[in-house]
């Protein structure tokens, strides 16, 4: 069996990353990729994985999903009560990686998290559709329950209790930001010698761009 999932390999040739045809700044080339996946129609194009860590170091990682980027960083929305926010709260610090298989590329974002404004969450949840919002109060994101059946019954409940009535934002629930100080754009090429272009912030809020070895 190991043998076979070593034997397992891809030549990556679809493109190149040259520093000659970068952008100066990382979100500046972020946004390239993204429009180049956004119009490549891949499945999911905005999963990514988020990595956290506890105050003791031990690291936890799951697949999360982009909900807006700018200058300032990468927005994802969770609970706050959940794993990854307990980490969070513990240890501000996280790293996201993006995987466009289609494209043969891959974008690491390393930075320091903070939550958006109450205004900025409660813009995106009242653009959920009602079950996500409903989803959002029923669910104790991360902790143990005792079956599927609990839950549903929970979700019953809170349906029955909103009826006619706004559903606001629950204040365990909002988004986070990561902003970036160090992004890796990883472009697949042949025979393994891949190309990767590393852009680190510096103190006057410029990029510094160097080539890593792959």
């Not at 969770?78 to 974008?107: H, I, M």
């Not at 019953?156 to 209790?161: A, F, G, N, P, W």
Request: hydrophobic fraction near 40%; glycine fraction near 6%.
């Amino acid at each position: 069996m190991s043998s076979t999932i070593a034997d397992i390999r891809k030549d990556y040739k679809l493109r190149s990353l040259l520093e000659k045809d970068v952008d100066a700044s990382a979100i500046g080339q972020f946004d390239k990729w993204w429009q180049e996946a956004i119009h490549s129609e891949i499945d999911e194009v905005n999963a990514m994985t988020l990595a956290t860590a506890s105050a003791d170091g031990i690291p936890a990682a799951r697949i999360v999903l982009l909900k807006g980027f700018d200058e300032r960083g990468f927005v994802f929305f969770t609970n706050y009560d959940s794993f990854k926010g307990l980490q969070l709260a513990e240890n501000p610090r996280a790293c996201l990686v993006f995987f466009w298989k289609e494209l043969e590329r891959q974008v690491r974002i390393t930075g320091l998290v903070e939550k958006v404004s109450a205004e900025e969450s409660d813009i995106y949840f009242n653009s959920r559709p009602e079950g996500s919002r409903i989803g959002a109060w029923a669910s104790p994101q991360s902790q143990v329950i005792e079956n599927r059946e609990w839950l549903e019954e929970r979700e019953k409940t809170l349906v029955k209790d909103f009826t006619g009535k706004p559903l606001s934002r629950p204040a365990h629930w909002g988004g986070y930001r990561v902003k970036p100080i160090n992004i890796e754009f990883w472009q697949g090429r042949p025979s393994r010698l891949h190309d990767r272009l590393q852009y680190s912030l510096q103190g006057d809020n410029t990029w510094k761009i160097e080539r890593l070895a792959p």
